[in-house]
Each structure stands twice: as C-alpha cells, then as structure tokens.
C-alpha cells in the first residue's frame, strides 16, 4: 500500500535529507515535514508545514494527513546549539507530544522511527568495549544532553510496550562525520588545533553521513522494528584520526579540562562541549550486529568515514579558495524550476 510519510525537522539536516531519500521512493505517496524555519534544502513533492519546536500542532496534523508513519529526525545531540531549556522543550516535550499524536484514538500511525544516538551509553572508564542495545550505561549521565535523549527513550520504549501492534524503531547513532554535516568534532578536525585530554588517547568509532540516511530508509522502507546500534565497523585512536585529518592535538589539562578550554572556546579556536570532554578521555564503541541482522550494513567503516571526510575537506578548502559558496534559497530554486525564462540546460 502507498506510504503517508511525515518527518519531524524537515528545516534541518537529517530531515531534509531524508525528504530527499524517500521523495525517490514510488511506494511512498506523500511526504510531509513539520519544522521551525523553510527547508535549507531542494526539495521536489515534499510539503511543509511549519510548527513550533514541541510540535504542539502534531496531534491536528496526524489526523488531518492520515499519515501513517512519522520519522523523527528533530532530536537535539549537540548541547553547543541550544540552551538547556531549549533542548528540554525540543528532545523531551516535543517527543512526548510527538508519541501523543501518534498514539491518539482512532489514529492512523502504524509506524514511528526515532532518530537517537549513543550518547545514552556515556563515556567512562568502567565501560565495556562494546555496548551491547540492552547493555546499561556504567556510569550516571552527566551532561543535558544524554539526560534528556535517555528520558525520550524510555518514553519511546513505554510506547513501544502500550502499542505492540504499531512498528516502533530506536536507532543509536554514532558520532558522524561526513561531506556536508557539521559537528563539534569535525568542527575540530576542520581546524589547525583540535582539542585532546593529556594522558588519554580514547577509541572512537564513526559513522558516515550517508549511511545515517541510509539506515532511515531501510528501517522506515522495511518496517523493522526494536533498538538498533548503527555505526561503522572498528575504532580508531583519537591521535591517529587527527592525524589522517591534519589537526594537531592541543592537549589540555586532564584536571579542570573545561576551565582549561574556556578561553580557546571563547575565541573559536577550538570547541569542547561536556559530552565531548567525556569522549575525548574513554571514547566509545558499541555492537552492531543486530542491525546487521535486518540486512543493513554501513558502506563506510570508521576508517572508511574518516578517510571520506577528509578528502571532502581537503576539496571543499579548495572550492572555498576558489570560488563562493551558494546557500539554498526555495524562491531562487522555484525560479530555476517552473520559470519560463529557466530554459538553458543546467538552469
């Protein structure tokens, strides 16, 4: 049967980015996505609908549109971008109502994926070499932002239990590099000085841009349900992946590490957010079989992701050198579309 497909954040990364994907689908017959501001990206029969950052709108939405599956991209992983109590409102409130919606009498969702990330592991010295999806967290959350992405799961999984006959996916996502996303840590391996704890040389383990949609789309396409690790396949030390990127490691003080970097993050040189601080002394590395097991698997190992981001950034210092960047305007991009005057090949 033809999908009705609705995608929370349609106005950032990976929502727009999955619009995208599933706009190239035949069995999906609509896709609508709800966000803050206009798509940053083309998009081709994707409608929008604009809705506050708890998505309070949602529950008039869903039964308005008859969608019947919801992906929702829109959680917040970086605690840089906004305040703690924007992240409550956006992660934890904006779940809530988001579940509400779905889960309302005579509703049509039979489907909700929940883009999460491995953040709910934590980062400590007690932990395992590789987190397991049932494995506990060795240690108690201590930035915002694992605080409240372990609230929303544990909203997620009572959901999941009080509607068994609806299809509901957790996917943990590993840290992601890639050619167009931008995050503290490649922020960092983009710049001359990259931030490291003195004495630590945590494992890390990465996943390609790419195959953060990807996945999305194989657990939205085939109907998988359950909580899934997705990240590339190995670990690399920190010093050899700033190394590949040719960032030297400026190695901060292991006691006081944030007063330390207080004055570098206040001058942009470097940025350090209490989640990656944590990252950066035990690093992190979870078990990625069970997804392997629906069929899906990362085309880009954590070598592979690394390797892939640094050659996009040694060409996008070459194209910035050589000529402007174009920034995505939806009036420009209609023009080029339906305009009469928009005949010249590669309008």
Not at 293 to 314: I, K, P, Q, Y
Request: hydrophobic content about 40%; aromatic content about 6%; charged content about 20%.
């Amino acid at each position: 049967m033809a999908r009705r497909v609705l995608i929370t954040g349609l106005d950032s990364f990976w929502g727009g980015r999955m619009a995208q994907a599933l706009e190239s689908d035949p069995e999906v017959e609509m896709i609508l996505g709800v966000g803050t501001h206009e798509p940053s990206v083309a998009l081709e029969r994707a409608e929008f609908v604009r809705a506050d950052e708890t998505y309070s709108i949602l529950s008039r939405i869903v039964r308005a549109t008859q969608v019947d599956t919801i992906v929702h991209t829109f959680l917040v992983v970086d605690s840089t971008r906004v305040s703690g109590r924007e992240m409550h409102e956006i992660n934890v409130i904006g779940t809530m109502n988001l579940l509400a919606a779905a889960g309302q009498p005579g509703s049509p969702v039979r489907q909700v994926v929940v883009k999460s990330s491995t953040l709910v592991y934590g980062s400590a010295s007690t932990d395992p070499t590789w987190f397991r999806e049932e494995t506990s967290r060795t240690s108690a959350a201590r930035t915002r932002v694992e605080r409240s992405l372990i609230e929303v799961e544990g909203f997620v999984r009572d959901f999941a239990q009080d509607n068994p006959s609806m299809v509901v996916s957790l996917l943990r996502f590993a840290n992601v590099l890639g050619t167009n996303i931008v995050t503290p840590i490649s922020s960092n391996l983009s710049r001359p000085w990259c931030p490291s704890v003195a004495g630590y040389d945590p494992l890390l383990q990465f996943v390609e841009e790419g195959d953060v949609v990807g996945c999305l789309e194989h657990v939205t396409r085939n109907r998988v349900r359950g909580i899934y690790n997705v990240a590339g396949e190995g670990k690399l030390p920190w010093s050899e992946v700033t190394a590949i990127c040719g960032t030297h490691r400026l190695h901060l003080s292991p006691v006081a590490t944030r007063v330390a970097a207080a004055p570098l993050v206040r001058l942009g040189l470097i940025e350090l957010p209490p989640e990656l601080e944590s990252l950066l002394r035990f690093g992190r590395g979870v078990d990625t079989s069970r997804i392997s097991e629906t069929g899906f698997s990362c085309l880009h190992s954590t070598a592979g992701t690394v390797d892939s981001f640094v050659r996009s950034l040694r060409l996008r210092r070459s194209v910035h050198k050589a000529q402007p960047s174009y920034t995505y305007e939806s009036d420009i991009e209609q023009f080029f579309r339906h305009s009469p005057a928009a005949t010249r090949p590669g309008a």
